[in-house]
């Protein structure tokens, strides 16, 4: 059974290049130093967002953009404008 969220991957999904991926690493644990952990209902309103992203990867659950392991990155508490590479995360 397929979760009503997830949209069908496409054949090739590209992969954010080494620095694009450390860079993105070293914004998120600033934010999390700074920040600490986001509440539940911001963390399922990242996930719900990132889950009907086009640039979402449901297989390896990383973002296309950035790399990163959206379960982990979600409770990232901090400014969404700097943990989101598309700037959609409003909380």
């Known amino acids: 059974m397929v979760c009503s969220l997830h949209k069908p991957l496409a054949m090739t ?10 860079e993105s690493l070293l914004v998120s644990t600033g934010q ?6 986001a509440s539940d209902d911001t963390y399922r309103y990242r996930l ?3 889950f009907s992203c086009e640039h979402f990867n449901h297989k390896t659950r990383r ?8 379960a982990a990155k979600a409770r990232i508490a901090g ?10 995360w409003q909380r």
């Open 32 to 37: 999390a130093i700074k920040h600490g952990v």
């Open 48 to 50: 719900a967002t990132c």
């Open 13 to 22: 999904t590209p992969t954010p290049s080494i620095r694009t991926m450390a």
């Open 79 to 88: 400014d969404p404008r700097m943990l989101c590479p598309l700037h959609v």
């Open 63 to 70: 973002c296309g953009k950035c790399g990163c392991f959206m």
